[in-house]
T-cell receptor, first 111, second 112 residues
Framework: DAMVIQNPRYQVTQFGKPVTLSCSQT?????MYWYQQKSSQAPKLLFH???????NEADTPDNFQSRRPNTSFCFLDIRSPGLGDAAMYLC??????????FGPGTRLTVT | DQQVKQNSPSLSVQEGRISILNCDYT??????FLWYKKYPAEGPTFLIS?????DKNEDGRFTVFLNKSAKHLSLHIVPSQPGDSAVYFC???????????FGTGTRLKVLA
């Protein structure tokens, strides 16, 4: 089945220790997104790629970076995680339609 | 400033009755609206959408209504089933931006 896969599902990192979350897709969609969702809040768009074009949201902290080495993979790098970065991180894809397909998310804990 | 609002954090409905989930938006540039359903420990899954050129879209038990003048949309689920118990998010987008703004979600509980 075509899908969006996120690894790991649960990630624990230490305060200030860099962490990378990964996302892969078998849908061959050209747009990939990273969202941050904190408890009882709306998913917040961090950035998205349209093919290789990177689009950063104005309020995304510099601490967050992303890489998309090819169509299938996209990574979220948090350079120096703080306690406030603990959240669910959702990866999503879309093609030229408006529907987005989400992965199951990675829950990040910062200790 | 939250551009998409779901003012009801939770809703309980008896099985077989109608569930109505509401969503309001402030940005008049939004022209496409989507509803997602989210179960615990899973990512949101697409449910139904509506373009601003329509005022209603129906898919089985799910119907979305759009009132552009009021900047309001609603999702109707008829009849409601226990399996519909989940968090429902509405999201909005403007043509060509490929960006989606989500509401905070409404937790629906369908009581058997």
């Amino acid at each position: 089945d075509a899908m969006v896969i996120q690894n790991p599902r649960y990630q624990v990192t230490q305060f200030g220790k860099p962490v990378t979350l990964s996302c892969s897709q078998t849908l061959n969609h050209n747009v990939m997104y990273w969202y941050q969702q904190k408890s009882s809040q709306a998913p917040k768009l961090l950035f998205h790629y349209y093919d290789k074009d990177f689009n950063n949201e104005a309020d995304t902290p510099d601490n967050f970076q992303s890489r998309r080495p090819n169509t299938s993979f996209c990574f979220l790098d948090i350079r120096s995680p703080g306690l406030g970065d603990a959240a669910m991180y959702l990866c999503a894809t879309s093609s030229h339609s408006y529907e987005q397909y989400f992965g199951p998310g990675t829950r990040l804990t910062v200790t | 400033d939250q551009q998409v609002k779901q003012n009801s954090p939770s809703l309980s409905v008896q099985e077989g009755r109608i569930s109505i989930l509401n969503c309001d938006y402030t940005n008049s540039m939004f022209d496409y609206f989507l509803w997602y359903k989210k179960y615990p420990a899973e990512g949101p899954t697409f449910l139904i959408s509506i373009s601003s050129i329509k005022d209603k879209n129906e898919d089985g038990r799910f119907t979305v209504f759009l009132n552009k003048s009021a900047k309001h949309l609603s999702l109707h689920i008829v009849p409601s089933q226990p399996g519909d118990s989940a968090v429902y998010f509405c999201a909005a987008s403007s043509s060509g931006t490929y960006k989606y703004i989500f509401g905070t979600g409404t937790r629906l509980k369908v009581l058997a």
